[in-house]
């Protein structure tokens, strides 16, 4: 079955402190991965997309990803983290499903930064 | 500017009691839809729709409508709303098969 898995429910980070989340996904063909990110009170914005190509990925407000096949992961990462990066994350698997092309999403990652 | 738009954003009923939220997007994607995200569970499909008059069940329609008369609105209707279905619920759009869903800003909704 199609799955996404999230593994950190909350993590805490120091502001200006490397920030990597993980997403492991189950999918059994060629998978289009996505980040996206939900600020508190807002809707979901995307982050950034896997779709075919370059593994390494590069998205917008400084985060990337890296697609490993070999692993079924498709981490996110951002080198030095922001105060307002806090917000919830969300790790996405493109699946079709009859006509319906659909997303299959992660439980989410909670992001605190502290000052 | 690009958007999703959904109202409300916030709205209080009791069981029972008709409902409809409204949402529209200005950016005439042929692809929209609906979601409930509750703690623990995630984001979960309602409905979606393909196109005007192409409507079809997602993950958890039990318990809702929807209607695609026109290709920028898509509302959601509880016709008999219960506390199950207090959630905070999104609308989204996208544009034929970019991937790239527009999300409205959300309706919390609590059914008494």
């Known amino acids: 079955a199609q799955s996404v898995t999230q593994p950190d429910i909350h993590i805490t980070v120091s502001e200006g402190a490397s920030l990597e989340l993980r997403c492991n996904y189950s999918?059994?063909?060629?998978?289009?991965l996505f980040w996206y990110v939900q600020s508190p009170g807002q809707g979901l914005q995307l982050l950034l997309k896997?779709?075919?190509?370059d593994t390494l990925v590069q998205g917008i407000k400084g985060f990337e990803a890296e697609f490993k096949r070999s692993q079924s992961s498709f981490n996110l990462r951002k080198p030095s983290v922001h105060w307002s990066d806090a917000a919830e994350y969300f790790c996405a698997v493109g699946a079709n499903a009859g006509n319906n092309r659909k997303l299959i999403w992660g439980l989410g990652t909670s992001l605190a930064v502290n000052p | 500017e690009a958007q999703v738009t959904q109202n409300p954003r916030y709205l209080i009923t009791v069981t029972g009691k008709k409902l409809t939220v409204t949402c529209s997007q200005n950016?005439?994607?042929?692809?929209m839809s609906w979601y409930r995200q509750d703690p623990g569970l995630g984001l979960r499909q309602i409905y979606y729709s393909m196109n005007v008059e192409v409507t079809d069940k997602g993950d958890v329609p039990e318990g809702y409508k929807v209607s695609r008369k026109e290709k920028r609105n898509f509302p959601l209707i509880l016709e008999s709303p219960s506390p199950n279905q207090t959630s905070l619920y999104f609308c989204?759009?996208?544009?034929?098969?970019?991937?790239?869903?527009?999300f409205g800003s959300g309706t919390q909704l609590s059914v008494l």
């Open positions: 989204a759009s996208k544009q034929g098969t970019n991937e790239k869903l527009f």
């Open positions: 950016m005439n994607h042929e692809y």
């Open positions: 896997y779709f075919s190509g």
């Open positions: 999918y059994g063909a060629t998978p289009y």
